[in-house]
């Protein structure tokens, strides 16, 4: 599906197969002597047939335009050293850029196993293979030009401001056109469902609170449509920001209710599988690795937020995170 939301201004909807967030919103400039194009979906066979058809029905040749992948997960970046190849000009900002670079070796994926151990998981290192974030990344080098917060990306009368709203991801972009009020959020502000927050290691700062004060952020801003990577447009962002808020507040409260009842030390994958998760499977040991995973990393997100403000207490043994509530009387 494409639809014209400004004046060769398009919303071009890319189907993410058996993924939860059913389908990316790639936004595709025409302009007269280049093109514009926003987020590619994953390198798989049924996202990637959508992209390149949706590029012939515009007629936007890829050897003339800009890709500006907002960050580094594969939903977002999956075609870029496709696209490279065939002569885009690639745009990320500095940080997101060399990890996408990086998670192309199998090195860097190793290096996540240290991660999963800490979480408390026993699996094998096969763990991510059916990772969407492995699966279907981008595959093969490219170079990129760096993006930064206040950079104008210029397309015949449009003009995109660059913000960066750390929190999803480490550094990622978000396009703000004044002149219009549209705003592209990427994966930081979404409707029905609520972005991921992850960890990815104590050298990054605490995700959760830069999320945080990434929608504080940009609650102000003057904006008539908002356009994020997932999902249905939004057209109250305050609105859709109040909620989030609020859901982050409720999941730590429950993660907080959860280490008080149970009156043990807690891995991070404990404390996951007694959250609450909108998923098919019932128990914990049902869930496939893929959700697995992003819920232990979402649970570390908000663990690590809660050990910072000294709400809950952390400890790490043998290399394992423990977590354990401030009243508890411990048994372990
Ligand atoms: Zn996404």
Excluded at 93 to 111: D, P, Q
């Amino acid at each position: 599906m494409i639809e014209e939301i400004s004046k060769n201004y398009y919303r071009c909807v890319i189907p993410l197969p058996q993924n939860p967030l059913k389908y990316l919103n790639s936004y595709m400039i025409k302009g007269k002597d280049k093109n514009l194009i926003i987020d590619t979906g994953f390198n798989r066979k049924e996202s990637r047939e959508a992209f390149f058809n949706h590029l012939e029905t515009l007629r936007i040749d890829p050897a003339n335009s800009e890709v500006i992948i907002t960050h580094l997960h594969a939903d977002h970046s999956g075609l870029v050293g496709e696209l490279y190849r065939l002569g885009a000009r690639i745009f990320f900002s500095a940080l997101e850029g060399e990890i996408v670079k990086m998670e192309t070796t199998e090195r860097c994926w190793k290096s996540y196993y240290v991660l999963m151990r800490q979480y408390g998981f026993q699996e094998s290192e096969d763990f991510f293979e059916n990772n969407p974030g492995k699966a279907y990344r981008s595959l093969g080098d490219f170079e990129f030009v760096v993006l930064r917060e206040n950079d104008i990306v210029s397309i015949d009368d449009y003009h995109f401001q660059v913000i960066t709203v750390p929190g999803h991801t480490p550094e990622m972009i978000n396009l703000y056109e004044p002149e219009q009020r549209l705003y592209i959020a990427a994966d930081h502000v979404l409707n029905i469902i609520t972005p991921h927050i992850s960890f990815r290691g104590f050298q990054f700062p605490v995700f959760l609170k830069q999320y945080l004060n990434s929608l504080k952020k940009i609650y102000n801003y003057n904006i008539s449509l908002m356009l994020p990577a997932h999902r249905t447009l939004i057209f109250d962002h305050r609105k859709r920001i109040d909620e989030l808020f609020k859901h982050h507040e409720v999941r730590l409260q429950e993660i907080e209710r959860i280490l008080s009842e149970n009156q043990t030390k807690m891995t991070v994958q404990e404390v996951a599988a007694q959250m609450r998760w909108r998923i098919d499977a019932k128990k914990w040991s049902d869930y496939p690795d893929a959700q697995k995973w992003f819920a232990a990393t979402e649970a570390m997100a908000h663990l690590d937020y809660l050990a910072n403000l000294n709400r809950i207490k952390m400890d790490i043994i043998d290399g394992v995170f423990y977590f354990s509530s401030l009243n508890n009387n411990l048994k372990k």
